[in-house]
């Protein structure tokens, strides 16, 4: 005999920590932010980040 099908999906908790959709969107927004800081430092100073920052 089989066993009927679930006919509802269950709601299941986000996770708090790891790969999770929160925690991915975060990450995407803090990198497009420090890409155009990047780009506003490098535009406003004439120079490339690695100079700037001393590194070259």
Do not use: D, H
């Amino acid at each position: 005999m089989t066993q009927p099908q679930p006919t509802t999906t269950p709601q299941l908790a986000e996770p708090k920590f790891g790969f999770n959709e929160y925690a991915e969107r975060l990450n995407g927004r803090a990198a497009m932010i420090g890409f155009v800081l990047t780009l506003a430092i490098e535009y406003a100073t004439g120079q490339g980040l690695l100079t700037w920052l001393g590194l070259q």
